[in-house]
């Protein structure tokens, strides 16, 4: 039997080595196909990036995935559900309020518009108002009712200034709330009364929204 010129093993330790690759990069340095290399990785269970056009590989215990099952290594980024179609169906579905095109750009770091608008013409991803301003739900009725229900909580909450609250109170209200590292309500209240100021509930709920402070909180020395 004619021993074949390169293994399975040979390309697997190469990758692992590297951690990420090119399918050319591998056939330059094996000196072979691209075919080749796929056939050689068939059944290691290879993962392709979700930019860079899916062409970079890497194995499936390679990746440290975060939080949100996404690995990033030297400025290319790999999700555990595969290409950034399945990757953008997998954060619209699991999604407390639905997501918008920005904020799913904002966790992905990708051009995602033509992968939306794909899903969508697929009946993947249900798509409400205008495509600049839409959010998109989940296909599951009983899913999407949660999610747009929290969504017009969420709006409903982050409608316009409160009538009266001028850039100097708000400017005030960040103050305390850094100096006393407060982060909701229940905690501003208190300090902004004690300091007399004329900001009501609704007006220091529009702040902590409005600058994020709930999701930035504020680090110890701030």
Known sequence: MIKERISADDVIAFLRDHKVLLASQLAEHFDCSKGTIWRKLE????????NRNGSVLTLPDIPEWDEHDLWE?????FSRWGNLSETIVHFIENSDAGVTAKELKQRLHDNIHHHLSSCVGKGRLYREGARKSAVYYSMNSRKRRVQMKR??????????RPPGLTKGKIIDVLALAIKHRATSVEELMPLVRSKGMNVNERGVRWII???????KGFR???
């Open 43 to 50: 059944g290691t269970g290879y993962l392709t990036s979700f």
């Open 73 to 77: 290594y030297q400025g290319v980024r």
């Open 151 to 160: 969504r017009g909580s969420e709006l409903r909450t982050r409608v316009g």
């Open 209 to 215: 929204h409005e600058y994020d402070i709930k999701k």
């Open 220 to 222: 110890s020395g701030s």
